[in-house]
């Protein structure tokens, strides 16, 4: 008998992690951090939902922080068993889980700074770099198509779920009642048609029960066209104005799609040729990684790379290493493009970017992609007229725009076809990875297709005999 507990991303969309019970085994599905305010992240990412011996694997879909972020945590509280993943999201989870322990190192060091000024109980590290370097160790990797037994009774396949570098899709092949059984859980699925990176979605098989993303389950995303289109207002703005665009982006997939994008503008002669400047350590370690993993591009990016052609660099672009060439930005006079991290500004380099910025009205900022609710970014999106960061409170007087449509989650449309390619074996489903209004416009798509039960679980919620 097969259950499913759901512990993360249930009627939100961070906190990745879900539970697979099969015939005394414990898989986990993801295992991401909690994104949002302070106080209510530290506690849930600290807390276990039980002991980390008792789980006997870990399948990661994709290395996004909100999917893989809590495994050093686990390992440190004890946990030993294999992690499976691709071998592109093992390589990219060795960049950002040292970031994610690095960057809550110094947060934590600047908030126990103010906590002990007000007497209050300092925070401990959820983990370090030697738990990281443990995690590390752990990881297994599968291909595309590979399929591997990784408890008795309980495969796994991944297939190429198009959201990012080495993201996958996970197939999970078992016996109920002496038939075989299929459950597919999405992670975040990419976008079809045609893009700047990445092969569309791997469509599955004989799916009996499906775990899918709700991210954007009420709404379709803006065409390409109207994409390069606004880039190019944004950026010939600041090119009259030598005013500043700052892009809060994700360093995994986000900032390769906007680089991209902002190559063809500047190759077409459709914009000044600007600086642009990629401030973040992590975002130029990921962009090297994406050009050692050409199997998971789509045809005419690999071909650039195997021709020897860099597909992520062009004259004019900058990647910013050291604190000290970071800083000089602030002082520096436009017009530049700064594309920092994190994207949802919940840490990193982007935060003094912003408290440099948001003051001028003559700059830009941009948001690319889906702002978590509890978050700097989203509170910035939802039209704050000032901002907390670092403690202190700063006007906002930037323009603030947003494009979804360079978002790598697929829309209402991507994800309700991507679903109708499951064919009619689907007789249930589960809609997880988005807040309770996306989660429940999705539920309608489904059903409308034919699947006879659609939940929508809430965190700790278990189902039995899936």
């Keep these: 008998m097969l259950n499913l507990r759901f512990l993360g991303a249930a009627r939100t969309t961070t906190g990745s992690l879900h539970c697979v019970e099969y015939d005394g085994h414990r898989v986990l599905l993801d295992c991401g951090l909690l994104q949002g305010h302070r106080k209510e992240a530290f506690e849930a990412n600290r807390a276990m939902p039980f002991p980390a011996k008792e789980i006997d694997a870990i399948v990661l879909s994709h290395a996004h922080i909100d999917h893989s972020g809590r495994i050093p945590a686990f390992v440190k509280a004890g946990y030993r068993g294999p992690i499976y993943a691709t071998p592109a999201t093992r390589d990219l989870c060795d960049a950002m889980l040292r970031d994610s322990a690095y960057l809550q190192a110094k947060d934590v060091e600047y908030v126990n700074k103010k906590r002990r000024e007000q007497r209050k109980t300092p925070f401990e590290l959820l983990y370090d770099i030697p738990d990281v370097e443990n995690a590390m160790a752990l990881f297994r990797t599968l291909d595309y198509g590979e399929t591997r037994e990784i408890v008795p009774g309980l495969s796994i396949t991944f297939r190429d779920a198009g959201h990012i570098l080495g993201s996958a899709s996970v197939t999970l092949d078992y016996l109920k009642w002496g038939k075989p059984r299929r459950l597919l859980y999405t992670g975040d699925l990419g976008r079809g048609g045609e893009k700047p990176l990445l092969r569309p979605p791997e469509p599955v098989e004989g799916v009996d029960a499906l775990i899918t993303e709700s991210t954007y389950g009420d709404r379709d995303h803006p065409a390409d066209e109207n994409v390069r289109g606004r880039l190019k207002d944004y950026v010939t703005f600041i090119a009259q104005h030598h005013?500043?665009?700052?892009?809060?982006?994700?360093?995994?997939?986000?900032?390769?799609?906007?680089?991209?994008?902002?190559?063809?503008?500047?190759?077409?002669?459709?914009?000044?040729?600007?600086?642009?400047?990629?401030?973040?350590?992590?975002?130029?370690?990921?962009?090297?990684?994406?050009?050692?993993?050409?199997?998971?591009?789509?045809?005419?990016?690999?071909?650039?790379?195997?021709?020897?052609?860099?597909?992520?660099?062009?004259?004019?672009?900058?990647?910013?290493?050291?604190?000290?060439?970071?800083?000089?930005?602030?002082?520096?006079?436009?017009?530049?493009?700064?594309?920092?991290?994190?994207?949802?500004?919940?840490?990193?380099?982007?935060?003094?970017?912003?408290?440099?910025?948001?003051?001028?009205?003559?700059?830009?900022?941009?948001?690319?992609?889906?702002?978590?609710?509890?978050?700097?970014?989203?509170?910035?999106?939802?039209?704050?007229?000032?901002?907390?960061?670092?403690?202190?409170?700063?006007?906002?007087?930037?323009?603030?725009?947003?494009?979804?449509?360079?978002?790598?989650?697929?829309?209402?449309?991507?994800?309700?076809?991507?679903?109708?390619?499951?064919?009619?074996?689907?007789?249930?489903?589960f809609c997880v990875h988005g807040e309770e209004k996306y989660c429940e416009a999705h539920r309608e798509n489904l059903l409308s297709l034919g699947i006879k039960r659609v939940d929508i679980p809430v965190k700790g919620q278990l189902f039995e005999d899936v």
């Design 243 to 429: 005013s500043k665009l700052v892009v809060p982006a994700f360093s995994v997939g986000r900032t390769q799609q906007v680089l991209r994008f902002l190559d063809g503008l500047f190759a077409s002669g459709a914009v000044p040729q600007v600086p642009v400047y990629v401030d973040s350590p992590l975002s130029a370690k990921s962009t090297e990684i994406h050009k050692r993993h050409p199997e998971c591009f789509n045809d005419r990016i690999r071909t650039m790379l195997e021709r020897g052609e860099d597909p992520f660099s062009f004259p004019g672009l900058r990647f910013i290493q050291t604190v000290e060439e970071s800083m000089a930005l602030n002082s520096k006079p436009g017009p530049m493009i700064i594309l920092s991290a994190s994207g949802m500004c919940e840490g990193g380099r982007i935060l003094h970017h912003l408290k440099n910025t948001v003051g001028d009205p003559l700059n830009l900022v941009l948001f690319t992609g889906f702002q978590a609710e509890g978050t700097l970014g989203r509170r910035i999106v939802d039209g704050a007229t000032e901002v907390k960061i670092y403690g202190e409170m700063y006007p906002l007087r930037a323009t603030v725009f947003t494009i979804n449509g360079l978002s790598a989650h697929a829309d209402r449309t991507g994800l309700t076809e991507y679903a109708r390619s499951l064919g009619r074996s689907v007789r249930r489903a």
